[in-house]
């Protein structure tokens, strides 16, 4: 009769109303005998909790391939898929496996609760693995649904999704199909509990079942402490881009007593005042973490740079001037470089952005809130020794001081919980990455170098045999070398000879100065203007004389050295210097009375003084002043250049000092030019000491 009374029971409906089932089984009750009645009741839980899961597996299914699917069809961007339903495929995965295991229980007549009791144990850690990412998310996912329902759009697409996918269940909203995983995990403690308490103390099965409840009780209350972290954490790892007026506004009395309190500690921490708490766990999961920081800051850093060098390499000249050349080498190589920089590159630079430069900055992202997290940990750390330190002394706490030492023990156990899987999924997102731009670069070098071999069979000396091919290139590099020669010793006789520019009296002092202190031989001219860039560097302009105090910088490079310029001290670039040359002249004003009286005097005529007096010599640089362009006078007070006539500059201005005009000598004739149609350059030969004439 019992038996009878157990198939009518499982017979009853596949989801059993509560009522009925209260009822079914009261009438069971009333026809079994008392002593049979805790057996009953024993399969009855048994059997509703076979026949739930599998009611409970097949909304999840629902949930996930028809009300998901749905929406994803109607391409909603409005719609968070992802934060509604959250993890529900690893749930509907891990509570198959779970379900078909209680099935197989079925067969197993006398070891059934044994083997259920195993199975809770087996599945438990997936159990709480899944379903904690699930309750943590759940309070965002009714959020978003709440969001949703204000949508009147949104709402309408939602309803018609539920009414088309499952209209038998007659919900109005998906928090009917939401909240299903979260009563689940909640109940297996209670549907276990009620199949103990109807087993007998002395059946086998009864210390095993006590175990299944203490492990799924164990689940749920680390669900609740995982949720409980997971709320702190959210609470601090958001980046906060606060104005300076904002942070003054949340300055109080009881934040500045805090951070004073928190500071007062860590200087005591650095001095070893005080001995720090440490964490071994903890350090090696943060320095793995810091390094995983700095790897993906680097990598951002260096792959910009190597775009932009990149970019640089493939922009060759020719193809942005006009070279006025129809055909040859010269025009393939054109070709060449304009394909280069006008159809590789960008296609690479595409591919580059799409394959690396977008997940790099993804993961950069992704480092913010644990940044945040590590630095909000150390504020709670100071904190928590300092309430330990007082609770020490005190033998208690105020609540206030209690929650801070648990926010501190819940922030620290999430980062422990989870650093080791973050640092892990951050690295392979980073070798992956790193894979991607290799894999780039080269498909970049086998698109290049197809396309230049595709140029090389084209030029005429495409097929010719290696040592041919550096014979021609050895003999016409010798003809153009001839050909530039000739074309410099023509150009020389051509030009007209250099007029060297004597200088002002306040460089010549200078000069005189840096001969004195470092000799004649020590003496550099700067060919070009250099801006000092880093500590230490000198500004200079061209044509400013120098005196070489170590041709080599504090670090061993020779291509920076070290130079006096009459005054300041500092290093330049070696590549800017040319050595100076200087031209020894007599003063003019070193004339002694003439031998003959009268108002007349002769040039070179001088009498002996009665004691030698020493000549001083000033220098002049070498270089030159010419006209870089044509002028044509057009008043008396100009005078007409010629493109490489040699000029003397008596005044740098005009009679109103304006610096766009300069007063010239040329060829005798005295005028104004354009400042801008002057051009220094050096001069063409060394000019040695020369004898007072």
């Known amino acids: 009769m019992l038996e009878s009374c157990i198939e ?55 949930c996930v391939s028809d009300i998901r699917a749905h929406l994803q069809k109607k391409q909603l961007p409005e719609l968070d898929l992802e934060g509604l339903f959250s993890n529900t495929d690893d749930i509907l995965h891990v509570s198959r496996r779970f379900l078909k295991g209680l099935e197989a229980t079925a067969i197993q007549e006398h070891e059934q609760l044994h083997c259920i009791s195993a199975l809770f144990q087996e599945f438990k850690e997936e159990m709480e693995t899944v379903y904690k990412i699930y309750c943590a998310s759940y309070e965002h996912a009714l959020l978003l649904v709440e969001s949703y329902r204000k949508d009147p759009r949104l709402q309408e697409e939602i309803l018609e999704t539920l009414n088309a996918t499952v209209p038998h269940t007659g919900a109005s909203d998906l928090s009917f199909f ?3 995983p979260v009563q689940r995990v909640t109940k297996y403690p209670l549907l276990l509990g009620k199949i103990l308490e109807n087993t007998p103390t002395s059946a086998s099965a009864y210390v095993a079942l006590q175990a299944a409840v203490r ?20 609470k601090y790892n958001k980046a906060e881009h606060l104005t300076l007026r904002d942070r003054f506004a949340r300055l109080n009395t009881h934040s500045i007593a805090k951070k004073t309190t928190r500071l007062s500690r860590l200087l005591m921490h650095e001095a070893g005042i005080v001995a720090k708490t440490e964490d071994k766990e903890y350090d090696d999961l943060e320095e793995k973490f810091q390094c995983v920081v700095s790897s993906v800051a680097m990598l951002k850093e260096n792959v910009a ?24 080498p010269a025009q393939q190589y054109r070709c060449f470089a304009e394909y280069l920089h006008c159809t590789v590159f960008p296609e690479f630079k595409r591919r580059l952005d799409r394959l690396v430069c977008q997940p790099l900055c993804s993961l950069s992202d992704m480092l913010v809130g644990p940044q945040q997290l590590i630095k909000k940990r150390l504020d709670k750390l100071l904190d928590y020794e300092e309430i330990q330190e007082r609770k020490s002394e005190m033998g208690s706490v105020t609540y206030d001081e209690e929650a801070a030492m648990n926010t501190y023990l819940a922030i620290n156990a999430l980062l422990v919980a989870e650093l080791p899987r973050f640092n892990q999924v951050a690295l392979q997102i980073l070798g992956q990455i790193l894979c991607s731009l290799s894999m780039l670069q080269r498909d970049l070098a086998a698109q290049v170098l197809h396309q230049a071999e595709k140029e090389l069979e ?25 050909q530039l020669h000739t074309f410099c010793r023509t150009f020389e006789t051509v030009m007209p000879s250099p007029v060297t520019q004597p200088l002002n009296p306040a460089e010549e002092r200078k000069v005189l100065s840096l001969v004195s202190k470092h000799g004649p031989d020590k003496l550099y001219q700067v060919t070009s203007n250099i ?13 400013q004389i120098v005196a070489l105090l170590q041709s080599v910088d504090t670090k061993g490079n020779k291509s920076r050295w070290l130079v006096d310029a009459g005054g300041p001290r500092g290093f330049v670039p070696a590549g800017k210097l040319q050595p100076y040359c200087p031209v020894q002249r007599q003063q003019p004003g070193m004339q002694m009375p003439a031998l003959e009286s009268g108002t007349e005097r002769r040039r070179h ?23 870089g362009f044509s002028f044509a006078a057009r008043s008396p007070q100009e005078v007409s250049l010629q493109a490489g006539q040699p000029v003397v500059v008596l005044e740098p201005h005009d009679k109103k000092g304006s610096k766009e005009w300069s007063l010239v000598d040329v060829n005798g004739q005295r005028g104004y030019v354009p400042s801008s149609y002057l051009v220094t350059i050096p001069a063409q030969e060394p000019l040695g000491w020369s004898l007072p004439v």
């Open 215 to 234: 492990a799924m009780a164990q689940v749920n209350a680390n669900i609740n402490e995982y949720k409980r972290r997971r709320e702190v954490a959210t």
């Open 178 to 180: 939401l909240v299903m």
């Open 305 to 328: 740079s190597y775009l932009g060098h990149l970019e640089v390499f493939l922009l060759s000249t020719p193809h942005k001037r006009d070279l006025q050349i129809d055909e040859g």
């Open 531 to 543: 801006s000092g860039s880093k500590d230490l560097d000198l500004t200079l302009q061209r044509g």
């Open 605 to 627: 005529s001088y009498a002996l003084p009665e004691a030698p007096r020493p000549q001083v010599a000033t220098f002049t640089p070498a270089f030159q002043v010419v006209a």
């Open 8 to 62: 009518m029971a499982s017979t009853h409906g596949a989801e059993p109303d509560a009522e009925d089932a209260a009822e079914t089984e009261e009438t069971i009750y009333e026809e079994v005998m008392p002593c049979d009645r805790m057996e009953l009741s024993q399969r009855l839980a048994v059997e509703e909790l076979i026949t739930t899961e599998a009611s409970y597996v097949h909304n999840i299914q629902l």
């Open 458 to 482: 084209q030029m005429p000396h495409g097929r010719m045999p290696l040592p041919g091919f550096w014979k021609m290139v050895e003999d016409t590099l010798k003809q153009s070398g001839a």
